[in-house]
T-cell receptor
Framework: DAGITQSPRHKVTETGTPVTLRCHQT?????MYWYRQDPGHGLRLIHY???????DKGEVSDGYSVSRSKTEDFLLTLESATSSQTSVYFC??????????????FGPGTRLLVL | GQSLEQPSEVTAVEGAIVQINCTYQ??????LSWYQQHDGGAPTFLSY??LDGLEETGRFSSFLSRSDSYGYLLLQELQMKDSASYFC???????????WGAGTKLIIKP
């Protein structure tokens, strides 16, 4: 299994508070992604990174920001959490040194509840 | 807009064969992937097709027709552990962005 962890694994927070989720990889993969998963929607891309300090928006980026200061860490921040951001958040990585990027490896997920 | 269509639920019998279809309409296309997700778990990669045709990996096979914007996942000799949700996903560009279908829940009966 790819070495990818997420923290925290579970979080309950209140509307209006900032929240930061962390994704850490030990695989030296170039690409990192943040998804949210909601019933009936599959996985939706929030933001992704194609290198240190190189990030771009996905299809549901409003209300979220990201940062990647090191290859191994990709942070997702909810600036001011809303109840609509209650979801399961998955981090994924792809694109190892072999250059093959089509396989994404997922972290265990973070369950976020915004009250 | 981008869209992938797959059935929401499929039921099959243990030991049988089942096919899960996926049709897509996307602005770009590099390839079609399939992932498996058990309840409460993370998605795991099953297969990837960039070219037309059938790819076989053990009991699982995946097919792609680029001209029809269509693919399917074929699962043979179904086992109870295959009960899961299956997602198709399209790679849009060289940064390997994926657009995902809503998933197909596979229910296997003894």
């Amino acid at each position: 299994d790819a070495g990818i962890t997420q923290s925290p694994r579970h979080k309950v927070t209140e509307t209006g508070t900032p929240v930061t989720l962390r994704c850490h990889q030990t695989e030296n993969h170039r690409y990192m992604y943040w998804y949210r998963q909601d019933p009936g929607h599959g996985l939706r891309l929030i933001h992704y990174s194609y290198g240190v300090k190189d990030t771009d928006k996905g299809e549901v980026s409003d209300g979220y920001s990201v940062s990647r200061s090191k290859t191994e860490d990709f942070l997702l921040t909810l600036e001011s959490a809303t109840s609509s951001q209650t979801s399961v958040y998955f981090c994924a990585i792809s694109g190892g040194t072999s250059g093959v990027g089509e396989t994404q490896y997922f972290g265990p997920g973070t369950r976020l509840l915004v009250l | 807009g981008q869209s992938l269509e797959q059935p929401s639920e499929v039921t099959a019998v243990e030991g049988a064969i089942v096919q899960i279809n996926c049709t897509y309409q996307t602005s770009g296309f590099y390839g079609l992937s399939w992932y498996q997700q058990h309840d409460g778990g993370a998605p795991t990669f099953l297969s990837y097709n960039a070219l037309d045709g059938l790819e076989e990996t053990g009991r699982f096979s995946s097919f792609l027709s680029r001209s029809d914007s269509y693919g399917y996942l074929l699962l043979q000799e179904l086992q109870m552990k295959d009960s899961a949700s299956y997602f198709c996903a399209v790679s849009l560009d060289s940064n390997y962005q994926l657009i995902w279908g809503a998933g197909t829940k596979l229910i296997i009966k003894p």
